[in-house]
């Protein structure tokens, strides 16, 4: 008699972890203010002590902070790199930001206090195109 696992297929590009795992068992995001197009950028750690930081965090919470170090990122990057469906992204950034560790901006936001891109580079984005 052969056991029911025998069939499946050890593929060892799959997570060996499910999402539901990841979040503790939650589905959905507590927050509605993220979209995949809110910005999120990492806070700096006041008075907190760096190894019990990182024991607190779970792998994929660092690798959040880690892409969000050097500058705000769209929540649908953060979840292409996390290799995670949007719905589990949206949840370990909203306990980043529970914890005041992230801050999630709209787009707009981000862009109002002075961040434009250069136009110039828009110009030869937007000509080349048309060029296509």
Not at 40 to 53: E, K, N
Not at 77 to 93: G, R, W
Not at 106 to 116: K, V, Y
Request: charged share 25%.
């Amino acid at each position: 008699m052969r056991h029911w696992t025998e069939e499946l297929d050890d593929d060892a590009d799959q997570p060996l972890v499910r999402p539901y795992t990841i979040t503790g068992g939650r589905t959905t995001a507590g927050r509605d203010d993220l979209t995949l197009i809110t910005l999120i950028t990492a806070l700096p750690v006041v008075g907190a002590d760096p190894a019990a930081d990182r024991q607190a965090l779970q792998p994929e919470h660092r690798t959040v902070l880690r892409l969000c170090a050097h500058g705000p990122v769209a929540v649908a990057e953060i979840a292409a790199e996390l290799d995670l469906p949007v719905s589990v992204t949206k949840i370990l950034i909203g306990d980043l930001i529970d914890a005041g560790r992230v801050r999630a901006r709209p787009p707009l936001a981000f862009a109002q206090n002075g961040n434009l891109p250069d136009m110039t580079i828009l110009e030869a984005v937007r000509n080349g195109l048309r060029g296509l």
